[in-house]
């Protein structure tokens, strides 16, 4: 049952079953649940990330979840001014198969990228991307990825990519060919293409090839990888990212970390599990389907 009540200051709130949601003029979420009092509108928020025991609305063939807005100052760092500035090293965000986040940043022959991730599935043969932008071949790309293949005689191949955008094809490869717990690990992925290296945690592979021109197609993507023939291509994976940095020649572009649904930033709502950039203080959703698993490491 629903029942409308008037609380503090006038504000309205919104009673579903045993909960009480507190209403705002303020419209935080689109779409968002909506109240015609009098002649005012009050707006409820609204989440496509799937919460339990609150009021579920269908819409467009999407399920939303109605959720209280909240700050989080025990998990997240703000200044003065209320920006998001830090988040807890245990946070994560992990994909369930169909999901990805396109970043809008493209990379070039002085790109770096600085990623926290770990993945805990089993991979069969056909290989996963986890991150970047490739050819529609897949010959080339600032990407990383993974190949299991025990056809082939190793366990598991790990693949960083620095050829973006050329016509020829050239893949450089860091081989494990005994079983490793590195996918269980969290570990830092570093794909740096102004000083043509890649590295695992304390493991470095040097001397990469760089592309000698910065001929962009796509956007780079987390949890997947784009090509000029997908905007964006999410991988069979569980990967669970901790932090994800973007830089072009040494700035630092972008700063994703990750950020549950329903929580404030100054004026804004997060719409729904998802990465916050804190260099441009913006969010960045689901751009595959489905919805984002947020979580904290104990």
């Excluded at 005994?178 to 269980?184: G, V």
């Excluded at 994800?244 to 994703?256: G, N, Q, S």
């Excluded at 916050?276 to 947020?294: P, R």
């Amino acid at each position: 049952m629903c029942t409308f009540a008037a609380g503090i200051a006038d504000a309205r709130t919104l009673h579903v079953g045993d909960k009480t949601f507190i209403l705002s003029q303020t419209k935080y979420t689109t779409p968002s649940l909506a109240f015609g009092v009098g002649n005012e509108v009050w707006y409820g928020t609204l989440t496509i990330s799937p919460l339990t025991d609150t009021l579920h609305i269908k819409h467009d063939n999407k399920t939303y979840s109605l959720c209280e807005p909240f700050t989080d100052t025990e998990n997240y760092t703000y200044d003065e001014n209320g920006r998001l500035i830090g988040a807890d090293e245990n946070l994560w965000l992990k994909n369930t198969k169909t999901n990805a986040i396109r970043t809008d940043f493209y990379a070039s022959p002085k790109s770096r990228a600085e990623l926290i991730m770990r993945w805990d599935e089993d991979y069969n043969e056909t290989g996963r991307w986890f991150f970047g932008h490739s050819k529609p071949d897949k010959s080339s790309g600032f990407t990383f990825s993974i190949n299991w293949n025990k056809t082939r005689g190793y366990n598991h191949r790990l693949q960083p990519w620095l050829c973006a955008f050329q016509s020829s094809g050239c893949t450089y490869t860091y081989r494990d060919t005994t079983p490793a717990n590195i996918k269980f690990t969290k570990q830092t992925y570093i794909l740096d293409a102004k000083n043509r290296k890649f590295s695992i945690g304390t493991q470095t592979i040097t001397g990469l090839s760089r592309p000698s021109s910065d001929t962009t197609f796509r956007p780079l993507v987390l949890f997947g990888y784009s090509n000029p023939t997908y905007a964006n291509v999410p991988y069979n994976n569980y990967i669970y990212m901790y932090e994800a940095k973007l830089y072009e020649d040494d700035v630092l572009m972008r700063h994703f970390v990750p950020v549950p649904a329903c929580m404030r930033i100054g004026d804004f709502v997060v719409p729904e599990n998802g990465m916050w950039d804190i260099v441009e203080q913006k969010f960045y959703g689901n751009s595959g389907s489905g919805s984002f698993i947020y979580g904290k490491d104990e």
